[in-house]
T-cell receptor
Framework: DVKVTQSSRYLVKRTGEKVFLECVQDMDHENMFWYRQDPGLGLRLIYFSYDVKMKEKGDIPEGYSVSREKKERFSLILESASTNQTSMYLC????????????FGPGTRLTVT | AQKITQTQPGMFVQEKEAVTLDCTYDTSDPSYGLFWYKQPSSGEMIFLIYQGSYDQQNATEGRYSLNFQKARKSANLVISASQLGDSAMYFCAMREGRSGGSYIPTFGRGTSLIVHP
């Protein structure tokens, strides 16, 4: 069965902290994505990666960075967390660049105080 | 301008009736793709259906069908015979090509569907 896991379901961090959100997929997928979901705004793409050590900016990359050292793992990094980064973060993967279907993780609800 | 527009923030339907969720899109990529995802209150995103821009026939998956009207740039989701378990947020999404050969996904803001018994 297809599986995308995220390191935490809930996370509370303080302003200015460095935050790591981890995502692992076990399907040998090429592509991985990080989104944030906010009420009334839908899902917005932060970064994506279509190969190891490759990354591309999405629509809202400011304040975030990513790391993909291994095919199965894609990390989202908040260098200095701010309160406006309080959100639900969703990781997804897809088999090919055509993006016919994405598989999503359960999400991490991050609160920055 | 939004690339994916879902104009219905909330929809209500009686159990066993059909419901249409609206989605319009905007792209200059000729080989785009359109998707619908469901997000129940538990939070997981579930892929429902996909339509490629060159597909001649409307996509169908069980009770879900995509009413694809290319000239109107419309990709409405039709759910037939609604069930209580269909109550969820529904997101329309599009993939379009980017220079360098990658595709980028864009999601709409979602429509909340409530199915009444």
């Amino acid at each position: 069965d297809v599986k995308v896991t995220q390191s935490s379901r809930y996370l509370v961090k303080r302003t200015g902290e460095k935050v790591f959100l981890e995502c692992v997929q076990d399907m040998d997928h090429e592509n991985m994505f990080w989104y944030r979901q906010d009420p009334g705004l839908g899902l917005r793409l932060i970064y994506f990666s279509y190969d190891v050590k490759m990354k591309e900016k999405g629509d809202i990359p400011e304040g975030y960075s990513v790391s993909r050292e291994k095919k199965e793992r894609f990390s989202l990094i908040l260098e200095s967390a701010s309160t406006n980064q309080t959100s639900m973060y969703l990781c997804a993967s897809s088999f090919d660049r055509g993006l016919r279907e994405q598989y999503f993780g359960p999400g991490t609800r991050l609160t920055v105080t | 301008a939004q690339k994916i527009t879902q104009t219905q923030p909330g929809m209500f339907v009686q159990e066993k009736e059909a419901v249409t969720l609206d989605c319009t899109y905007d792209t200059s990529d000729p080989s785009y793709g359109l998707f619908w995802y469901k997000q129940p209150s538990s939070g997981e995103m579930i892929f429902l259906i996909y339509q490629g821009s060159y597909d001649q026939q409307n996509a169908t998956e069980g009770r879900y069908s995509l009413n694809f009207q290319k000239a109107r740039k419309s990709a409405n989701l039709v759910i037939s015979a609604s069930q209580l378990g269909d109550s969820a947020m529904y997101f329309c999404a599009m993939r379009e090509g980017r220079s360098g050969g990658s595709y980028i996904p864009t999601f709409g803001r979602g429509t909340s569907l409530i199915v009444h018994p």
